[in-house]
C-alpha cells in the first residue's frame, strides 16, 4: 500500500511564515524556520531523511539561534541582485551586497532580519527581507585536551558540561578535571567568553551552577596537570 502522510509545521512570530511538505510514510521532511515578511516568499529545497529529522527539531522554534557554518538564504523582495545564499563565516558574520558584514552569531532569524532591513532603508524605501534557515550545522560542541574521546559532538538535546565529558568518554589519567575552561562566543558573536569549572566542585561541593547548560559552539577544553602545574622562573 502505498500510504502518504502529509506534515506540515507552522511557525508564528510577527512575520514569520510556516512550510508545509507531503512525503511518503517512511520520509521525514527538514522543516525550514523562515523570518521576515510573507510576502512574495515561497521556500523550497526541503530534505529528507533521518539527518533532516534530527536537525528538524531544533529549527521548529522562532528562537532559534544561528550559529557558525550555519547556511541562511536571504531574499530582498523583488531585488535578486541583493539576495543571496550564504553561510556563517567562523567569525559569526555574514556578508551581502550594499551593506557588507552582518554579525548572525547570537541571533534568532528575527533579530537578523530587522538589522538588516534597517541597514537597507538607506538605499532603498521599505525593503522587505525574509531569511530561510537552509542547514544548522552549528549545533555542535567541541570537547578538546584530556579526554579519552576529543572531538565535535552534536547536540540533539540539552546538555550539560558533565554530560559532555561523559559523551567523550571522560578524563584521562592526567587531566587537570578541576581546571576545565569552556569557550564560549559572546553576544552578536563579538569574542570568546571564558568559562572556567571544577568537577570536583561540582561534584563534591556545592558548586552546581558550574555544571552549565551548553550552547552551540561551545568548546571545552580539560588541560593537563603538566600544563596547569609549570615550573616557576
Excluded: C
Excluded at 510556516?18 to 525550514?32: L, N, T, W, Y
Excluded at 570537547?143 to 559532538?153: H, M, R, T
Excluded at 550539560?160 to 576545565?180: D, E, M, P, S, W
Excluded at 563534591?204 to 616557576?232: A, H
Aim: proline fraction near 5%; avoid cysteine.
Amino acid at each position: 500500500m502505498n500510504v502518504k502522510v502529509l506534515l506540515g509545521v507552522t511557525v508564528l512570530m510577527g512575520n514569520l511564515v510556516g512550510v508545509a511538505h507531503s512525503s511518503q510514510f517512511d520520509q521525514v521532511p527538514k522543516v525550514i524556520l523562515v523570518a521576515g515578511s510573507s510576502q512574495g516568499v515561497s521556500p523550497s529545497g526541503v530534505r529528507h531523511g533521518a539527518e533532516g529529522a534530527e536537525k528538524s527539531s531544533l529549527t521548529v522554534t522562532p528562537d532559534y539561534i544561528m550559529g557558525p557554518e550555519d547556511v541562511l538564504e536571504i531574499t530582498v523582495w523583488k531585488n535578486a541582485d541583493l539576495s543571496k545564499q550564504v553561510q556563517v563565516r567562523p567569525d559569526g558574520r555574514i556578508s551581502l551586497p550594499l551593506i557588507g558584514d552582518v554579525s548572525a552569531v547570537g541571533r534568532t532569524a528575527a533579530q537578523l532580519t530587522e538589522e538588516i532591513s534597517a541597514r537597507l532603508k538607506s538605499y532603498m524605501e521599505n525593503p522587505t527581507v525574509s531569511i530561510l534557515v537552509r542547514e544548522v550545522n552549528s549545533y555542535q560542541i567541541y570537547v578538546l585536551g584530556e579526554v579519552n574521546a576529543p572531538g565535535k559532538y552534536p547536540l540533539k538535546s540539552k546538555t550539560t558540561l558533565l554530560q559532555a565529558i561523559t559523551i567523550a568518554h571522560g578524563f584521562t589519567q592526567v587531566a587537570a578535571r578541576n581546571k576545565i575552561v569552556v569557550f564560549r562566543f559572546g553576544k552578536d558573536g563579538e569574542g570568546l567568553n571564558k568559562i572556567k569549572a571544577s568537577y570536583d566542585d561540582i561534584v563534591l561541593r556545592d558548586g552546581s551552577d558550574q555544571n552549565i547548560e551548553l550552547k552551540p559552539g561551545d568548546q571545552i577544553v580539560v588541560p593537563s596537570e603538566t600544563m596547569v602545574v609549570l615550573p616557576s622562573r
